[in-house]
């Protein structure tokens, strides 16, 4: 190969005998245009960052001439990857629901029916990033058959949550997901059979009638998802807080203790 008629194969690898050639005769190129000494330092240097430059583009080419079939492959990938990743969220938004409902006793009457809703009942988030300088907000995408009041209820659990986590002593890990009002329903997902009629949306009942069948809602038996005055107010009150400041500080002088010891 010559200067000529230099190129390099983006078909093959930067270890065949032409791209190696075509390293050597770049080499030179780049010295004698920019005025530097050929040392073996130099042309190491040049030849090191030619490789890697190649290698980028070989990377590309092959990225952009990918088969239609590992395309839909690689997507597919990333779908299931996404999926998972979802199901991971939504039963950690469970876990973190059970976990406030113990703390607070006034939420003690309301855990038997969380577990009854279970993990499908919970809402799936929708990341919004904004600019590198603004924290992620999610936006609540709740399920269509699932009734608005449960969405209200469950809030009570997630008020209390973030208040815990403002009152509490700074630890490791990420700050408390911030998440905004639906603006959306999820649609397609499997609603959760046999709660009480009042945990599903009439209007879905209504216009879903096979899979009213197949939810099979107990229409004899309602459940009152009113958070109730005693829980709101409890919420707000200084008396919320000391509550879980006396938690928090009692964890953390057992953490402390276990350390010790």
């Known amino acids: 190969m010559s200067e000529q008629n230099f190129r390099i194969d983006v078909r093959g690898t930067r270890a065949?005998?032409?791209?190696?050639?075509?390293?050597?005769?770049?080499?030179?190129?780049?010295?004698?245009?920019?005025?530097?000494?050929?040392?073996?330092?130099?042309?190491?240097?040049?030849?090191?960052?030619?490789t890697a430059h190649m290698d980028t583009?070989?990377?590309?080419?092959?990225?952009?001439?990918?088969?239609?079939?590992?395309?839909?492959?690689?997507?597919?990938?990333?779908?299931?990857?996404?999926?998972?990743?979802?199901?991971?969220?939504?039963?950690?938004?469970?876990?973190?629901?059970?976990?406030?409902?113990?703390?607070?006793?006034?939420?003690?009457?309301?855990i038997p029916m969380l577990e009854e809703l279970g993990i499908d009942t919970?809402?799936?988030?929708?990341?919004?990033?904004?600019?590198?300088?603004?924290?992620?907000?999610?936006?609540?995408?709740?399920?269509?058959?699932?009734?608005?009041?449960?969405?209200?209820w469950l809030r009570t659990f997630d008020s209390a949550y973030h208040i815990?986590?403002?009152?509490?002593?700074?630890?490791?890990?990420?700050?408390?997901?911030?998440?905004?009002?639906?603006?959306?329903?999820?649609?397609?997902?499997?609603?959760?059979?046999?709660?009480p009629v009042s945990a599903y949306n009439s209007n879905w009942l209504q216009e879903h009638q096979q899979q009213r069948y197949d939810v099979a809602p107990r229409a004899d038996e309602t459940y009152d998802f009113t958070p109730g005055t005693a829980v709101m107010e409890l919420v707000s009150s200084r008396h919320f807080q000391d509550t879980f400041s006396h938690v928090s500080f009692a964890a953390t002088s057992s953490q402390r203790l276990r350390t010790s010891n």
């Open 16 to 50: 065949s005998a032409w791209n190696k050639s075509a390293a050597r005769v770049f080499a030179p190129i780049v010295m004698r245009n920019e005025g530097y000494r050929d040392t073996h330092e130099t042309r190491h240097l040049i030849l090191s960052a030619f």
């Open 57 to 110: 583009l070989i990377r590309r080419f092959r990225h952009l001439n990918k088969s239609k079939e590992e395309q839909e492959s690689l997507e597919s990938q990333a779908r299931r990857r996404s999926r998972k990743y979802q199901v991971y969220l939504v039963a950690q938004l469970f876990l973190r629901r059970h976990r406030t409902g113990i703390r607070l006793p006034l939420l003690h009457d309301q």
């Open 122 to 152: 919970m809402s799936c988030d929708e990341s919004e990033r904004g600019t590198v300088d603004v924290e992620t907000r999610y936006r609540i995408s709740s399920p269509d058959w699932r009734a608005d009041k449960v969405t209200q």
């Open 164 to 195: 815990s986590r403002k009152l509490a002593p700074p630890k490791a890990g990420a700050p408390p997901r911030v998440r905004y009002a639906p603006t959306a329903k999820s649609k397609g997902g499997r609603a959760v059979p046999d709660l």
